[in-house]
């Protein structure tokens, strides 16, 4: 089973390049989120998803975007990359009847110089 | 709004000891689920166990227990018989009720087993 994947494991941005993080699952669940992990730190929720064609902002969602077009790809695009936006991105799923359950990635690890 | 937090930054324990890792919460939905995810150092991130605001009985999964005292609403995460292998972040979150099902995480507990 691959679960949710991640991709890119890593990636060094310069400041003002912009990136899309893909992430996608295979286990048809209806929740999706995106957060981030400062060293040192808890996760941030950047944004979430409840289904297809609906997203919404989490506690930081500044500099960042989504969508949702399908039940299995929820990509993360971060415009005009600043210093502040380096961390470890990990995105994760829940069934509907697991609500909050999180089934994780492996993160992706992102440096911005 | 719904808030977590830990205030246990790091904790030692002795192989084979019990411990208790703190974590309160605030929420004004009568509705919610609290849930402690493990972080070894390798970076992936575990489901350990999961409270619901309505369930009568604590929580258990093998040596993981919640204590969950819902007038100080707190849900401690207590650990039997520590192995070397639990040495690790551990975090704390809480999901409102609703159909938003936002996932909010505490700033963690690193516990570190000695032998």
């Known amino acids: 089973n691959a679960g949710v994947t991640q991709t890119p494991k890593f990636r060094i941005l310069k400041i003002g390049q912009s990136m899309t993080l893909q992430c996608t699952q295979d286990?048809?669940?209806?929740?999706m989120y995106w957060y981030r992990q400062d060293p040192g730190m808890g996760l941030k929720l950047i944004y979430y998803?409840?289904?297809?064609?609906?997203?919404d902002k989490g506690e930081v969602p500044n500099g960042y975007n989504v969508s949702r077009s399908t039940t299995e790809d929820f990509p993360l695009r971060l415009e005009l990359a600043a210093p502040s936006q380096t961390s470890v991105y990990f995105c994760a799923s829940s069934p509907r009847t697991a609500p909050g359950e999180l089934f994780f990635g492996e993160g992706s690890r992102l440096t911005v110089l | 709004a719904q808030k977590i937090t830990q205030t246990q930054p790091g904790m030692f324990v002795q192989e084979k000891e019990a411990v208790t890792l703190d974590c309160t919460y605030d929420?004004?939905?009568?509705?919610?689920?609290l849930f402690w995810y493990k972080q070894p150092s390798s970076g992936e991130m575990i489901f350990l166990i999961y409270q619901g605001s309505y369930d009568q009985q604590n929580a258990t999964e093998g040596r993981y227990s919640l204590n969950f005292q819902k007038a100080r609403k707190s849900a401690n995460l207590v650990i039997s018989a520590s192995q070397l292998g639990d040495s690790a972040m551990y975090f704390c979150a809480m999901r409102e009720g609703g159909a938003t099902n936002k996932l909010i995480f505490g700033t963690g507990t690193l516990l570190a087993v000695q032998p």
């Open positions: 998803s409840v289904g297809a064609g609906i997203t």
């Open positions: 286990m048809n669940h209806n929740y």
């Open positions: 929420t004004s939905d009568p509705s919610y689920g």
